[in-house]
């Protein structure tokens, strides 16, 4: 079982300092291990106008485990599924890489950076990442595109149904 102290210390830290560009919600009063996180693409990058929504689910054996987080706005990035689905590829939450020492606020800064500084070496999405690396002006101009059709104004994040 997820250990509803730390996860209620850890949202209280992520609340009150927040990573750049960040607010954080928990939308279920009766469920700590779902937050919403808007992020605001950072300035100086591809993303800058853009509003994104995550969606954090901590697992029963958190922190022993690594949180999921997910992208829920489309994004057109190395590391992100270019789907509905939004699974970003990073090391720290990977299962073998995971420590349960990592603060959830590491996590979120480590999510913000990748819009700053895509890891085109370890992608989700191999075309894009060579497009990144080899074509950054095709790159730049398709992830601006999708933060025109996808990420203006409020994020829409799923239903509870839906994020069960």
Known sequence: ?????????????????????MTITMPYDDDITVWHITLQGPADTVYAKGQFGLVVRLPDNYPFKPPVVVFVTRIYHPNVTNDSIGSICLAMLKTDNWKPAYPMVNVLEAV???????????????RIADEYRNN???FDLEATKYVTLYATGPPKFPDRAAAA
């Open 112 to 126: 913000r950076n990748l819009l700053v500084e895509p890891q085109p070496d370890d992608p989700l999405e191999a």
């Open 136 to 138: 950054r002006d095709v």
């Open 1 to 21: 079982m997820a250990s509803s102290k730390r996860i209620a210390k850890e949202f209280a830290n992520c609340s009150a300092n927040p990573p750049a560009g």
